[in-house]
């Protein structure tokens, strides 16, 4: 892609072949008038172009946009600067690129807002939808939209970075696209400039696949650097006690892991919201007499490691801080007044040192390991900060790298209700779904954002889906705060979901309550899967449900879920293979082309697809995402063995002459030869011999 001027002095942006994708490009500056009205600066006089290296520059009076191709599209960068001779007293809005699409828009996939506290961005709680679009409709949303024109065209565009002002963007079904990024008010004086953040547009071949290669673009651009983290498991008290959370529970549920430890082999137990005096008195309560440390240390003598739970960017006006330091929180834009819900400014020097000195507590001294940071975007102010040029965004970010470089290397972050992209490489995992609570619709909800978010996994951070929650009323005590009232067929959808999703792995149940059945259905996510599945029916479902889980070995795995109250027929294409479904523990045989397969409503299925040959592990009975070590050569299958007592199912061709390091039995089947192989004690591999 490219950028030209045309005979009208109107910029567009160009294919390799020369046709025209983008035209009448515009820039403008939205700012309030008398009155209530909203009055807009426009780019003004002739535009001319020049090349510096790689980048091209289109420049008029007042504006710049600097251009680089950058795969099957480019890279836009903005720069606004007020030559009215006045001074503009607030800004709305920077339209950093408009612009007309050669085509209408069929449909699209977006992310709404969230708006808390004056601030409107894409964290957790924002909806993503995928939406046919209609004549004269048009969809606003922020950071970065996928669309599919009506010639079949996929497009993606949205911001590559993200240093200083959330970003907006909206599409017409007439092919309007605008990208803008929210000024919150700020002054601009005569002569000032605006530098927006680089903005991306580009084709692909596959919506799935692109938005990956679009994921790349911007973690490299934004310099995303991952810690080699194993992927955390462990167990939140929220869900269960919410913030009656003490020492007492605490113990309680660790004693009980401990004892299935070898089911259960998580890393963490995490206390969450309930210990503390109150926001910005991070000192703890009377339901932990003997404090925070001596709770770490019995958490890490019973082999586990802490978590704890905090809200990093506030306090309450009742706090001991707020009383004390009124001049640390973001004011009102006309007067002294705090904004809104308190937001501690980063841009003073005694903030920044304040928060050094507490997350050097909680992981030094205290001992936490895993580090839970919430109500993230409800407690950073859009207002005036003491830097007259700080905004919101560089208020979360400063306040992200200054605790980051106070804990010890080995804590992990996690933000909670955080801005998503922009948060990218300075926490180390993100809720990335809306909470979980009781109900099958909450489950829907969640994982309808998980799948869609799939592509952050792994490049901005690890994802998080929240908790897994499996208990029933018979699960239950006094001591319960959320009363759960999911069946059987939507946990067990809601298991296989969390599977998918790749993530970490945190339980919120009562676990001395919890039956046998219920530990062993948990023991079935270990080892954990840790790669995000692909949403095949991204643009044609609002909540997937056809997820390609990846191919291990020779095991390809696909989850399909029924998220409506219907029966409905879903189907995946496959290459040739033996197909197993992991919950009814079936054999289905060697399939072609693509399996078809008929779900109950709120139901799901897990599909082993293996390669085919004489002899094949077909699949197991104790781990949703095995990856299953095997080989045949010379009428010998050699596998191994992934749990202790597993029983794995083998398809052969022929009878098997004699089995070494487990106990075969035959079982029946219409084609072939069927055998399941219960693992000897202590044996890690077993040897089938077929028969000449």
Not at 133 to 156: K, S
Not at 169 to 185: C, N
Not at 390 to 399: D, K, P, S
Not at 508 to 533: H, W, Y
Request: net charge negative.
């Amino acid at each position: 892609m490219q950028i030209r001027i045309d005979e009208a002095n109107r910029l567009r942006i160009i294919d390799a072949e020369g046709r025209t994708l983008l035209d009448n490009l515009d820039v403008r500056l939205e700012y309030p008038g008398e009155l209530h009205n909203r009055l807009w600066l426009s780019a003004a006089g002739t535009w001319k172009l020049s090349q510096c290296g790689e980048v091209t520059v289109a420049q008029c009076d007042n504006a710049k946009l600097e251009c680089r191709q950058e795969g099957d599209g480019l890279l836009v960068r903005t720069t606004f600067t007020n030559t009215t001779g006045v001074r503009l007293r607030a800004m709305y809005r920077l339209i950093v690129l408009g612009g007309h699409w050669r085509g209408t828009i069929d449909r699209c996939l977006y992310n709404e807002f969230s708006s808390f506290n004056g601030n409107y961005c894409n964290e957790m709680q924002s909806t993503v939808q995928t939406v046919r679009l209609i004549p004269d409709q048009t969809v606003t949303g922020a950071d970065n939209v996928a669309f599919i024109d009506t010639a079949g065209t996929q497009v993606l565009f949205g911001f590559a970075t993200y240093e200083r002002y959330f970003p907006s963007i909206s599409v017409t079904h007439e092919g309007v696209l605008a990208a803008s990024q929210d000024m919150e008010m700020h002054p601009l004086e005569p002569g000032e400039s605006i530098i927006g953040d680089w903005l991306y547009l580009g084709t692909c071949a596959g919506i799935p696949r692109g938005l990956c290669d679009f994921a790349d673009l911007v973690a490299r651009q934004m310099q995303v650097q991952l810690k080699p983290w194993d992927m955390p498991a462990g167990h939140c008290s929220w869900y269960y006690y919410l913030n009656t959370v003490s020492e007492k529970t605490v113990i309680e549920n660790m004693t009980a892991l401990a004892a299935d430890r070898e089911k259960l082999p998580i890393r963490y137990i995490q206390i969450d919201d309930g210990w503390f005096r109150e926001p910005g008195d991070w000192e703890p309560n009377d339901k932990f007499p003997r404090g925070m440390k001596a709770i770490a240390d019995d958490i890490r003598a019973q082999g586990y490691l802490p978590g704890i739970w905090l809200l990093p960017f506030t306090a309450a006006r009742t706090s001991q801080l707020f009383k004390d330091h009124p001049d640390w929180f973001v004011k009102n834009w006309k007067d002294d007044e705090i904004y809104g819900t308190p937001s501690l400014d980063f841009s003073v020097p005694a903030v920044r040192e304040h928060t050094r000195k507490l997350f050097h507590k909680l992981s030094h001294e205290w001992g936490f390991r895993y580090i839970k940071l919430d109500g993230v975007i409800c407690n950073l102010a859009p207002g005036r900060h003491s830097d007259p040029h700080w905004t919101a965004l560089m208020n979360l970010r400063e306040g992200y790298r200054v605790l980051r470089s106070a804990v010890t290397e080995d804590t992990f972050i996690l933000g909670c209700t955080s801005p998503l992209v922009p948060s990218a490489g300075l926490v180390d995992g993100m809720r990335v779904s809306c909470d979980i609570f009781e109900r099958w619709q909450s489950v829907k909800d969640v994982f309808m954002s998980v799948f869609k978010r799939y592509y952050y996994h792994k490049r901005f951070c690890i994802i998080d889906a929240d908790c897994l929650i499996i208990r029933t009323a018979e699960n239950e005590d006094r001591e319960c705060r959320r009363l759960c009232v999911r069946i059987a067929v939507e946990i067990q959808t809601y298991v296989t979901a969390m599977a998918a999703s790749g993530g970490i792995l945190m339980l919120s149940d009562k676990m001395p309550l919890l039956s046998r059945d219920q530990i062993d259905m948990l023991s079935k996510l270990f080892p954990l899967n840790t790669e995000v599945a692909i949403p095949l029916d991204l643009m044609e479902s609002n909540v997937p449900g056809v997820l390609d889980l990846g191919k291990r070995g020779h095991t390809r795995i696909v989850a399909l879920i029924n998220w409506t109250d219907v029966t409905r027929d879903l189907q995946v294409g496959i290459n040739r293979g033996h197909v197993f479904e992991f919950w009814t523990q079936r054999y289905l045989g060697l399939c072609d082309h693509r399996i078809r397969h008929t779900l109950g409503p709120r139901a799901s299925a897990l599909f082993f697809i293996t390669d085919e040959a004489p002899a094949a592990v077909v699949g197991v009975d104790d781990c949703l995402c095995p990856t299953i070590g095997q080989e045949y050569r010379d009428g010998v299958l050699t596998a191994s063995f992934i749990k202790p007592g597993e029983k794995a199912t083998v398809a052969t061709v022929r009878e098997v002459q004699r089995c070494e390091g487990g106990q075969l039995r035959p079982l029946e089947t219409a084609t072939g030869h069927l055998y399941e192989v219960t693992a000897d004690e202590g044996a890690r591999m077993f040897r089938i011999t077929l028969k000449p």
